[in-house]
């Protein structure tokens, strides 16, 4: 079979390409543009342009049998559009829409949609977890337009036919990572004392070759079609104990100060940082039970070994 992924650019889409390719199916890269490097000799390179265009994915899907849908406008850390919303709805929703109607018209059968954690919110509280039947409160406007994206597929699904399957991932660590993972790394390194000591929080992540080996089987088992998934490493942390095991893998030592986090909050706001300092300090889990008895799936990479492959010197971002 031939499996299109799209965001194959991307460390998730080069990452899945990499994994459904030692799976022996025919793995076809959607990137934007040409040139696009994915260190294997055996993926199908489709240059389709920009999803926030007229992307026209007809050759792309020609002869495929499930999209693996991982292309995204991700958080603008340097926004410049006028209108970040309808910015992210071009892309996250609309791009999204047309994919999965060609898809439908091409004879695909299946397309399972990277969306996130967040459509359910940005953290849980006391004792909460997140399910797959957890209601949905996205508070920033990217994980609105994923969700978005998710209501326009089901009904494409509904009236054509076309298997969807949902994965909602949190925090995706690996090379190349960005956000939040690249910035606790640059503290890590910079050998400064880190101010989250006194964080009591739990979150779940997951890393990325558990998200591209849970994905493949999305594409391919007959549960899948249909559901919304969630996935993790299976292993809650919080951000000190992170912080400890990134050290320990870069073999750098760190030294951890207790600061107040209601102190470390008000920093956030003075320094217009308050979602970034609130996805450090705050907890937010999931429940895989779902996942794991619907798919038979197992994190197959501890965090330890997942931060071990991810942080080599040369692979984590300087900036």
Known sequence: MTMLVTGAGGMI????????????????????RAG??????????????????????RAALQGVSCVFHCAARAHVLRESEPDPLQAYRRVNVEGTRRLAEAAAESGVRRMVFVSSIGVLGTATKGEEIFSEGSPTRPEEEYARTKLEAEHALWEISRRTGLEIVVVRPPLVYGRGAKGNFARLVRLVRSGLPIPFGAVMNRRSLVGVDNLADLLAICGEHPRAAGGTFLVSDGEDLSTPELIRRIAA?????????????????????????VAEVERLLGSLRVDLRHTCQTLGWRPTVGVNEGLARALTEAEVPER
């Open 36 to 57: 696009t490097d994915l260190r294997s000799n055996d993926i199908e390179i489709a240059c389709v342009g920009d999803m926030g265009g007229a992307c026209d994915w």
């Open 249 to 273: 893998v870069m073999r750098r030592s760190t030294r951890l100060v207790p600061v107040p986090p209601a102190l470390l909050r008000w920093g956030g706001r003075v320094f217009g940082r």
């Open 13 to 32: 889409g080069g990452t899945l390409c990499r994994e459904l390719s030692h799976r022996y199916y025919r793995v076809r890269a959607a990137v934007r």
